[in-house]
């Protein structure tokens, strides 16, 4: 009996399992050195105890949560911070939808131009953006000028919650109108047409069978403006006058300038945890549509 | 491969050289201070001049925005300090000598601490005053005709919704409800500001915005808002760069100090310069080329002589008499309270 000849070694397998921990462990490890190791430093700050003046002593206490929690004004900033920005994410997706339908359906390079025109705001930061808005929106502003041309009574649209909520639907319209576009993938043109043909009306056919194909859309559209106007200080400090206090400004307020950082971290995990509520509200939402 | 190996250690002695020669050369000193026109005018009046006449120093001004993110760094920092100096607001200075983030301050820092004023000399934070900043009344000078001589300008309904006010947590808030509180009949403010507090209840409907935004300068001098609260140095500065848009005027009821103090780091890279730095930043010729130059008082009691007539007019060196004695550590103690009751009582009234 002749020996038989060795066969070449195969190369090593990759079992599926093994090759997706490789692959996912870079951005493991760059997640958890840039955003869970901060995140879990935060959250043990928030048990530090804040000296008068600023200081900061390592101790462990629930001071700052039992503060919160006890204050009347934190829960207002809660309460407040969760309906203006459901409030704003609902009027983006009411301005934006429209604009993300025609987008849709366009086609060629008037698509390439119009989505552009849509991107474009997100060239400038911002902040430009918001002085952009108080030079149109002050009382000596265009706007206010021509209510006040037409004879109506002049509203004040700058320097309070107006303001906050026209700046910041404006800044957040291009990630909603990206969003929709990005989820309104199932939305075949023949269904429409379909429906068209078997004698629905225009209205019946937007609420029977757009509207649910596009709901995905929707969905993700609403959690990340939802996520970007709870979390946006800076349009809400420039055009709020003060007035308006929500759990970013006072988180920037409480940090930079009383310096009372573990009060600051506490409201910071206070943000995450209204987070993961969206998170859940979404998941749940896209169970259901599944 | 022996040949290799003496020659890689020999690069590596070469390198070590170079590297302790450009040490013991470069003897860098790190300031952090105020960024914007504060380092720009601060560059030109001090750190210039001083590297002039120390031409084996080099001072790098690393500019922040304001005192907490200065804070910031330096805890960040506190094991390895790359920061030798910190110009910042004393109650910040005192959370950093908490920390023990500042090394103590005394003669063999700088010989300059016995001329200091007693102001610029805090208990129990190891930094001293460089510069004395007070309140002042801001006004845009198209909007009002005449220049105001009092606080209570700021209370005139003809200028209803065009006042622009820095409100608390921000110090300009909180000075201008210690000097309210005066005002009002109020006689000791770290027992009570109610006096103060139920005046600015008037004053909150005519308001137009607590956040003044970049600053309160900018919108006073383009004619956005009319009249508003503001520090004198940034006032003057911006008056100058205004064509005359931005009246500045120390009102008659007087106002109050707000102190920068100059601290060295401990454990900071270049302490001898450091301290060298420090030194020359409380002599009388660099407190009088500051204010000269920004406005600011000097803190050093034998600047006031070298400093123009013209310089020392724009300042409240000429008013000390009128000006409110105020304990910033003191306050530091009662600003939550006077936060609580501006959000309460204050601010909802202007809505």
Redesign the interface.
């Known amino acids: 009996m002749s020996a038989v000849p060795a066969l070449p070694r195969p190369a090593r397998q990759w079992r599926d399992g093994e090759l997706a921990v490789l692959l996912l462990l870079p951005i493991a490890l760059i997640n958890a050195i840039g955003f869970i190791l901060p995140v879990l430093n935060l959250a043990r700050y928030s048990f530090n105890k804040s000296?008068?003046?600023?200081?900061?002593e390592a101790v462990f206490t629930w001071e700052n949560w039992a503060g919160l929690l006890s204050d009347p004004?934190y829960l207002e900033l809660v309460f407040n911070s969760v309906w203006i920005s459901l409030a704003i994410t609902l009027t983006t997706l009411v301005v934006s939808y429209p604009i993300a339908l025609y987008l849709h359906r366009a086609s060629g390079s008037w698509r390439t131009f119009l989505t552009v025109l849509v991107i474009s705001p997100l060239l400038t930061s911002a902040v430009v953006r918001t002085y952009g808005w108080i030079a149109i929106l002050?009382?000596?502003g265009p706007v206010v000028s021509a209510i006040k041309a037409v004879g109506l009574p002049a509203p004040?649209l700058m320097?309070?919650i107006k303001g906050v909520f026209i700046g910041l639907t404006e800044i957040l319209m291009p990630y909603m109108i990206l969003a929709l576009m990005a989820g309104f993938g199932r939305l075949d043109p023949r269904v429409e047409e379909a429906a068209r043909t078997l004698g629905a009306t225009p209205a019946r056919t937007f609420t029977k069978v757009i509207l649910p194909l596009t709901l995905p859309g929707i969905a993700l559209g609403c959690l990340l403006c939802f996520v970007l106007a709870v979390s946006s200080f800076i349009t809400p400090?420039?055009m709020?006058?003060?007035?308006v206090?929500l759990l970013a400004t006072e988180i920037y307020?409480q940090?930079?300038?009383?310096?009372n950082w573990p009060l600051a971290s506490t409201l910071s995990i206070l943000v995450l945890i209204v987070f993961g509520a969206a998170l859940w509200a979404y998941s749940a939402v896209l169970r259901r549509l599944d | 491969m022996t040949a290799m190996k003496n020659a890689t250690r020999a690069g590596l002695a070469a390198l070590a050289m170079a590297l302790a020669t450009s040490v013991a050369m470069a003897d860098t000193v790190v300031l952090t201070a105020y960024s914007g026109i504060f380092q720009e005018n601060y560059v030109k009046a001090v750190v210039e001049p001083f590297m002039k006449a120390n031409p084996d120093i080099t001072v790098e001004f690393y500019g922040m925005p304001?005192s907490?993110?200065m804070?910031g760094t330096l805890?960040a920092q506190a094991s390895a300090p790359q920061i030798d100096i910190a110009i910042m607001d004393v109650?910040?200075a005192?959370?950093a000598t908490?920390?023990g983030i500042f090394a103590p301050m005394d003669d063999t820092v700088t010989k300059h601490i016995a001329d200091l004023y007693p102001q610029a000399k805090v208990e129990g934070v190891n930094a001293v005053g460089v510069t004395f900043d007070n309140l002042v009344l801001l006004y845009n000078t198209d909007k009002v005709k005449q220049a105001p001589t009092s606080w209570n300008a700021l209370w005139d309904e003809q200028y209803a919704?065009q006042v622009s006010i820095p409100?608390v947590?921000?110090i300009q808030g909180t000075t201008f409800t210690i000097i309210t509180d005066k005002m009002a009949g109020g006689t000791n403010y770290i027992e009570s500001v109610e006096a103060g507090i139920t005046r600015l209840e008037a004053l909150a409907p005519l308001v137009?915005?607590?956040?003044p935004?970049p600053d309160v300068y900018q919108p006073i001098s383009s004619g956005?808002a009319a009249i508003g609260i503001g520090w004198n140095a940034r006032a003057q500065v911006y008056a100058d760069l205004s064509d005359g848009k931005l009246g500045v005027v120390l009102p008659q009821e007087g106002s109050g100090f707000q102190i920068n103090v100059i601290g060295l780091i401990k454990g900071g890279p270049a302490s001898d310069s450091a301290k060298k730095f420090i030194d020359y930043a409380l002599s009388p010729e660099a407190q009088a080329a500051f204010t000269e130059q920004m406005f600011y008082a000097p803190t050093n009691s034998k600047a006031a002589a070298l400093i123009s007539e013209k310089a020392i007019e724009r300042t409240a060196a000429g008013a000390m008499d009128k000006m409110i004695d105020i304990n910033w550590?003191e306050v530091?103690?009662i600003?939550?309270a006077i936060?609580?009751q501006w959000?309460?009582r204050v601010?909802p009234l202007?809505?």
């Open positions: 000296r008068i003046g600023g200081g900061m004004f002050t009382d000596d004040s320097f309070n400090k420039l709020g006058g003060g007035r206090f307020d940090a930079i300038v009383t310096l | 304001n907490a993110q804070l805890r109650s910040v005192k959370a908490d920390e919704k409100a947590p921000d137009q915005t607590w956040e935004r956005t550590l530091a103690k600003r939550e936060t609580e959000r309460r601010i202007s809505r």
